[in-house]
């Protein structure tokens, strides 16, 4: 079975200041890592994958996450945020059954 | 990429009655899914819906509550009967993509059972 813990609930941050989502999993086998975003009142959107290959993944919208198989984490990443990126973000493994498992989320807020 | 259309969008519902969700993929995908997503929580998988056969459900959820159709690759249904205020929600329908490998998501139904 795989489960996913997103360490923080809720994150204000300022606008242009750096932003850290964080991401445990665990999960007795491979397993595929994602970090989706949902806007106020929208369905999900992929921002960034890791599939295998380099542990650094570059997504949409300047976020970037690093895969870190000792720790099991998965860290989402952006050096500077934009009001625009006030929303909900959830980290998400998919195992070899091909069923998504969720974080709780975490909710981003940025304040001018 | 696939691109994922669902309607309605939102509803407004009195209780004891059913609704059906339509999802329609811009593509044929092998794997559909169906997901809840409980006010200011994640999303919990509600059941697979496979194609041509009876959809397989996650624990907790039952196909009389919540029964659903998959006639080809491309749509599928989901009806919420006999609806109470516990069931106002989002339904979100996901398409995986070629390789399984990346989860597609529609807009999501906004329900609400009054």
């Known amino acids: 079975a795989q489960s996913v813990t997103q360490l923080d609930s809720q994150v204000p941050v300022f606008e242009e200041a750096p932003v850290e989502l964080r991401c445990n999993y665990s999960s007795s086998v491979s397993v595929y890592l994602f970090w989706y975003v949902q806007y106020p009142n929208q369905g999900l959107q992929l921002l960034l994958k890791?599939?295998?290959?380099?542990?650094l993944v570059k997504g949409i919208n300047g976020f970037e996450a690093e895969f870190n198989k000792s720790q099991t984490s998965f860290h989402l990443r952006k050096p500077s945020v934009h009001i625009s990126d006030t929303a909900e973000y959830f980290c998400?493994?998919?195992?070899?059954?091909?069923?998504?498992?969720f974080g709780a989320g975490t909710t981003v807020t940025v304040r001018a | 990429s696939a691109v994922i259309s669902q309607k309605p969008s939102r509803d407004i519902c009195q209780r004891g009655t059913s609704l059906t969700i339509q999802c329609q993929v811009d593509s044929q995908v092998t794997m559909m899914f169906w997901y809840r997503q409980q006010p200011g929580q994640s999303l919990t998988l509600i059941a697979t819906a496979n194609q041509g056969s009876e959809a397989t459900y996650e624990s907790g959820f039952v196909i009389d509550k919540f029964p659903i159709s998959r006639p080809n690759l491309t749509f599928s249904t989901l009806t919420v009967s006999n609806m109470s205020p516990e069931d106002s929600s989002i339904y979100l329908c996901s398409a995986q993509g070629s390789g399984n490998t990346e989860a597609f998501f529609g807009q999501g139904t906004r329900l609400t059972v009054v």
């Open positions: 890791y599939l295998s290959g380099s542990t």
């Open positions: 998400a493994v998919l195992p070899n059954d091909y069923k998504l498992s």
